[in-house]
């Protein structure tokens, strides 16, 4: 397994931005990988956000988070980004970054097996 390291979480106003960011450590089959990110609000299951392919051309959404977050990767800095934009109170979460294999982008990222420690963002009304 890979341990990512996420950055970029905190303090937001509603309506606000946010860049989290999730680092693929030292491997050079980063870009074999899928990548995604996830979330858990407080009392809820985690729950997939978007997710992006090895080909960075494949990007999913998931309907909630659509037209506001932009999911990229930097192949070259091995890194990964989930731009979020328009903030809403309902967006309040730890955010993860995850990591799989078999993932190519076209839907939903199922059952990664490589985590980030997670990543807190909270949106204020």
């Known amino acids: 397994q890979v341990q990512l390291v996420e950055s970029g979480g905190g303090l937001v106003q509603d309506g606000g931005s946010l860049l989290l960011s999730c680092v693929f450590p030292?491997?050079?089959?980063?870009?074999?990988?899928?990548m995604g990110w996830f979330r858990q609000a407080p009392g809820q299951e985690r729950e997939f956000v978007a997710g992006?392919?090895?080909?960075?051309?494949?990007?999913y959404y998931v309907s909630s988070v659509k037209g506001r977050f932009t999911i990229s990767r930097d192949n070259v800095k091995n890194t990964m980004y989930l731009q979020k934009n328009n903030l809403k109170s309902e967006d309040t979460a730890v955010y993860y970054c995850?990591?799989?294999?078999?993932?190519?982008?076209?839907?939903?990222?199922?059952?990664?097996?490589?985590w980030g420690e997670g990543s807190q963002v909270t949106v204020s009304e």
């Open positions: 995850a990591a799989d294999e078999q993932y190519s982008g076209h839907s939903l990222m199922c059952r990664p097996n490589n």
């Open positions: 030292g491997r050079a089959a980063w870009r074999s990988y899928g």
């Open positions: 992006i392919g090895w080909n960075p051309e494949l990007r």
